[in-house]
């Protein structure tokens, strides 16, 4: 640091303490211009991000609502009407057919009582690693019991 003042007060022909502002200034100016390329300022304020996440919670709730009150999906996943039609639990969870472990989407999944999205997540994540041999199965991922399981057989099977 001593060498670049005596730098300056030599080449500049300035004094020490004019020497030490004009290292300071430079200074500052070079770490303001790299810091703002480092650490871009964002334009989105407190009250914008606020904003932006509420109408995010309530397209979600628009979406429950309106999946609640569609019809069931007739998909490959649930087994035909008949003989495994479980019992209704709440509406718009399963109310027909019994749901296929090794091909039920993450949607169709969150249907099942007790089943969240994280659930679904580690069900699908256990299936692609190895796919279900048997209902009994789901006590290998975590967060599955067997009392969770009893409220699950209702609703799931495996061909």
């Known amino acids: 640091m001593k060498r670049l003042l005596s730098y300056f007060q030599k080449h500049l022909g300035v004094t020490r303490s004019e020497a030490v502002a004009v290292t300071f200034l430079a200074t500052t100016l070079t770490v303001g211009t790299v810091g703002i390329k480092l650490w871009p300022i964002s334009d989105?304020?407190?009250?914008?991000?606020?904003?932006?996440?509420?109408?995010?919670?309530?397209?979600?709730?628009?979406?429950?609502?309106?999946?609640?009150?569609?019809p069931e999906p007739t998909d490959s996943a649930y087994a035909p009407a008949g003989i495994d039609t479980p019992p209704t639990h709440k509406p718009g969870k399963v109310s027909r057919g019994v749901l296929n472990l090794n091909v039920a989407t993450l949607s169709q999944l969150q249907?099942?009582?007790g089943i969240g999205p994280s659930m679904a997540q580690r069900i699908v994540e256990f299936r692609q690693r190895r796919p279900f041999g048997s209902v009994d199965d789901?006590?290998?991922?975590?967060?599955?019991?067997?009392k969770k399981l009893a409220k699950l057989r209702p609703y799931v099977k495996v061909p």
């Open 44 to 70: 989105t304020h407190d009250h914008a991000t606020a904003q932006r996440i509420a109408l995010m919670i309530d397209s979600i709730e628009a979406e429950r609502t309106s999946q609640a009150d569609a």
């Open 138 to 146: 789901l006590l290998d991922v975590r967060g599955i019991g067997e």
């Open 111 to 113: 249907t099942l009582p």
